[in-house]
């Protein structure tokens, strides 16, 4: 049963909207601990009249809005192809057709983008990087060339932990995993490999049915279930197939999109997966249920290449093949002010109650068996207890 038919069906946002854009990433505000008020948005751009450059645009979450653009940097190398944001937010590493290029982010004052002093010659000749990734915590960077070639880098020193020259004929996609062991790879000829990235071998080849088509791959990210997740082509229809980290065995699959998935990514908690179509649409799905949540139609006019959810998921980037960028707000219950005192005023509505129901009805009296009230008979005198018949001294034993 198709995901897309659970949901209600909308539609993006134009104001969103950017066009002549070949690649991007989120770059949040230094310091934000939330998706809110802003955060920043770089943009890869190939464009005849402004040329080739990576601007910044402002997003507003509250307002849903993306901003003019506040700072642009031209691209002397050529074309920008792929933008990888680095953990700490202190710089961005782009690819282009030969090589690769780190620009340092300065967050203060007027933002700005600069080309780095840091050489990096294992990354010169490198050939057109379809796929340039970062480790959770910033350690490693790992690349997939169009050519096959496999590499995974120390990060910043690049020193080279994984190379692999035949990983693949052509790499599609890469991903590691949140304790940054294991790496995952994807090809155009459908094959998906697990590699161990501390021994720089191939641990495992995930099997597929003759009928299926492997696309994508992401790691799971909430840090209780080690999942794999990779995009699966059955016909027209996109599935979404779940493999353990354990012995690497498949746990499942759930068809999610009426069309091919084209690009995948999850989000931070690890709480949703974000899909984008060959028809370009775009869909949000619960990771605990498997199941859509949000089905957004038509956000590109053609195939989309890339997503990316913001650091708290509350906006979903997405990037299409008719070169456009949009920035989609999801849906998500949020906690307002109101929310809050309503909630405090209802717990002590509630424990006046329950105080009330206890010490007023007959079963507090009979949990505690005191007599109440007039029933409780008045307290004999002292002597009375010392004269009473019954009463023996107590016996005394010798030493």
């Known amino acids: ?25 989120w770059a949040p505000r230094a310091g934000s601990v939330t998706d809110s008020p802003a955060a920043f948005v770089l943009l890869g751009r190939d464009e005849e ?27 002397e190398d050529g074309r920008p192809l792929q933008l990888a944001v680095h953990p700490s937010g202190d710089g961005v590493l782009c690819s282009f057709a030969n090589s690769c290029k780190f620009f340092e982010i300065n967050p203060k004052g007027l933002w700005k983008l600069r080309a780095s002093e840091r050489e990096l010659p294992l990354l010169q000749g490198i050939g057109i990087q379809n796929c340039i990734r970062f480790s959770l915590d910033g350690s490693m960077l790992a690349t997939g060339g169009k050519d096959g070639y496999l590499r995974v880098f120390a990060w910043p020193t690049c020193q080279l932990i994984l190379d692999e020259p035949h990983a693949h004929r052509s790499i599609q996609d890469i991903d590691i995993s949140m304790d940054s062991a294991y790496l995952a790879s994807t090809a155009e000829d459908s094959a998906c490999r697990v590699w161990e990235i ?16 492997f696309g994508y791959c992401r790691f799971s990210r909430d840090g209780a279930q080690a999942f794999l997740f990779v995009s699966i082509t059955k016909g027209e229809r996109g599935y979404i197939g779940v493999w353990n980290m354990v012995d690497w065995s498949k746990l499942g699959s759930k068809m999610l999109a009426d069309a091919p998935i084209a690009s995948l990514d999850v989000s931070r908690d690890g709480k949703s997966l974000g899909l984008g179509t060959t028809e370009g649409d775009l869909v949000v799905v619960l990771v605990r249920k498997m199941e859509a949540t949000q089905l957004i139609g038509s956000a590109h006019s053609a195939p989309v290449t890339g997503l990316e959810f913001s650091k708290h998921g509350r906006s979903l980037l997405s990037f299409g093949a008719d070169a456009t960028a949009r920035i989609s707000r999801l849906k998500k219950s949020e906690w307002k002010e109101w929310h809050l005192y309503l909630v405090l005023l209802g717990m002590i509505a509630l424990s006046a109650l329950l105080f009330l129901a206890f010490f007023e009805s007959s079963l507090s009296d009979d949990f505690w068996k005191f007599p109440m009230g007039r029933a409780q008979p008045a307290r004999p005198p002292p002597e009375a207890i010392w004269s009473h018949p019954t009463y023996q001294e107590p016996e005394t034993y010798g030493l």
């Open 1 to 25: 049963m198709s995901g897309q038919r659970q949901v209600k069906y909308t539609r993006p946002a134009t104001r969103n909207e950017d066009a002549g854009v070949v690649s991007g990433a």
């Open 49 to 75: 009249e402004s040329g080739r450059a990576i601007s910044v645009r402002e997003y507003n979450f509250d307002s849903d809005t993306l901003l003019d653009t506040i700072h642009a940097i031209e691209m």
């Open 198 to 213: 501390s021994k720089g071998e191939s641990i495992a080849q995930l099997q597929r049915e003759k009928d299926e088509k």
